[in-house]
Each structure stands twice: as C-alpha cells, then as structure tokens.
C-alpha cells in the first residue's frame, strides 16, 4: 500500500503533484531508495539514478469485490488514467507507450535492466508506461521525461496510479 490510500481521484491535486515531481530531485547516480510515510511507513516515492516514481493515487483494496461491483472500480480507475492522460497530453502534446513486457520477462529470468526498468519491476510496477517528453528543462535543470501507469501487485491489491520522472529518454527495452 502507498500513503495515497482512501485519497478520492482529484485531478487538480494530481496534476499539481506531478508539477512537483517535475521540478523537483532527481539523483544523477547513486542506489535506489524507497521512501515511507514516517508513521505509518506507506510507500511515498522512490529514487535512483536518473530517475524518481512516486503513487498519484490508490485504489481501495479489491479483496472480496466481485461483479459488477469489480467492474464498477476497474472502469474507475481506468477512467481516473485517461483523464490523466487527456490533461496531460492537452499540456505536453501526444503521449507515447513503452511496454513492459520486456522488462517482466527480463525479472523473471533474472536479467540485467536499466535502472529505472530495473526498480519499476522490483515493486511489481508492470504497467505499460504512458510517456511524454522530453519536457522543457526548467531553470537550473536539464530537460526531463514523464511517465504515468497504473500498477496492481496482485489480483485483490489495490490499484496504484504512478508517475516516473526522469533525466533521460523512456525508451522500450527490446528482446535480446
């Protein structure tokens, strides 16, 4: 679970959100490190070299939901990323997808990843990654890409809607 739990889908909050994570830090090298809520320690963002995700918003759990409720809170959260998207894209222009089938494939076999690909993976962020940039560079800052996804650990968990901000190119890993 994130520390964005029982948080209701606002957009003006999420979009303000990802202009935060936009402007903010991003580490140039270094290992990659997740961070909690200090009392509850509900994951709030990780970084690493080149990189920084973090949950705009989390579903309530799914365990014990069936249909129709089940559909009802997947075409929710479906719908909560295409406004996303939609906002998004009125902003920066037409997004692009990276696939993460690659990657999975990658974890299960044990193979070497980027980074950025490398940590999405290793908290079962498997979501296909929705990308725009690169973005103007700010003041004081190089250009960097944005990526948004939706994320669900397990058929009952949560679904989490992530941001991924970083310094360089989102580009699809490719079969070896």
């Known amino acids: 679970m994130t520390a964005r739990i029982g948080e209701p889908f606002v957009l003006g909050r999420v979009l303000s959100y990802v202009d935060g994570l936009l402007g903010g830090y991003v580490p140039g090298a270094g290992p990659t490190?997740?961070?909690g809520e200090p009392v509850t320690g509900e994951w709030t963002m990780t970084r690493g070299e080149g990189f920084v995700f973090a949950p705009l918003w989390e579903s309530d759990s799914l365990v014990g939901v069936y249909a129709p409720d089940w559909n009802e809170a997947e075409?929710?959260?479906?719908?909560?990323?295409?406004?996303?998207?939609?906002a998004l894209d009125h902003r920066w222009g037409p997004h692009r997808v990276v696939g993460m089938r690659v990657p999975l494939f990658r974890r299960i076999?044990?193979?070497?990843?980027?980074p950025l690909f490398e940590a999405l993976s290793g908290q079962d962020f498997l979501g296909d990654l929705t990308v725009w940039g690169p973005?103007?560079?700010?003041p004081e800052r190089s250009p960097r890409w944005l990526a948004v996804s939706l994320n669900q650990?397990?058929?009952?968990?949560?679904?989490?809607?992530?941001?991924?901000?970083?310094?360089?190119?989102?580009?699809e890993l490719q079969d070896d």
Do not use: C, Q, R
């Open 153 to 171: 650990s397990d058929g009952d968990a949560p679904v989490i809607v992530t941001a991924v901000v970083t310094d360089h190119p989102v580009i």
């Open 75 to 86: 075409l929710a959260v479906h719908d909560h990323l295409a406004a996303l998207v939609e």
């Open 109 to 114: 076999a044990g193979e070497a990843m980027p």
């Open 135 to 138: 973005l103007p560079a700010g």
């Open 33 to 35: 490190t997740s961070e």
